[in-house]
């Protein structure tokens, strides 16, 4: 079992920033992959940012540029810089680790960017 703490989002306005956190708990399963997804009323779950344990990153295309994903192995956690907001980034923002005992889910964080 892992468990996972979101934390960081808000309302902010167009063009401001935010940075979301995910912790964590400390687990005999080894996580492999921590996904950022959001999920905006009305619309299917969508991918935001990848980091695995090695660094390697990915984006989606529409936040590529603006958003930054990172982590800190030896704190169990992932952070998502966002920056330059959009009214359209304005959703429900949710961690997930892929780890060698299965996928977990955080309970999100919402992200509302007012014009």
């Known amino acids: 079992q892992v468990e996972l703490v979101e934390s960081g989002g808000g309302l902010v306005q167009a063009g401001g920033s935010l940075r979301l956190s995910c912790a964590a708990s400390?687990?005999?399963?080894?996580?492999?992959?921590t996904d950022w997804y959001r999920q905006a009323p009305g619309n299917e779950r969508e991918p935001v940012a990848t980091?695995?344990?090695?660094?390697?990153?990915s984006y989606a295309d529409s936040v590529k540029g603006r958003f930054t994903i990172s982590r800190d192995n030896a704190k169990n956690t992932v952070w998502l810089q966002m920056n330059s907001l959009k009214r359209e980034d304005t959703a429900v923002y949710f961690c997930s680790v892929h780890t060698t005992g299965g996928n977990y889910w955080g309970q999100g964080t919402q992200v509302t960017v007012s014009s």
């Open positions: 400390e687990s005999f399963f080894l996580i492999i992959r």
């Open positions: 980091i695995t344990t090695s660094g390697i990153t």
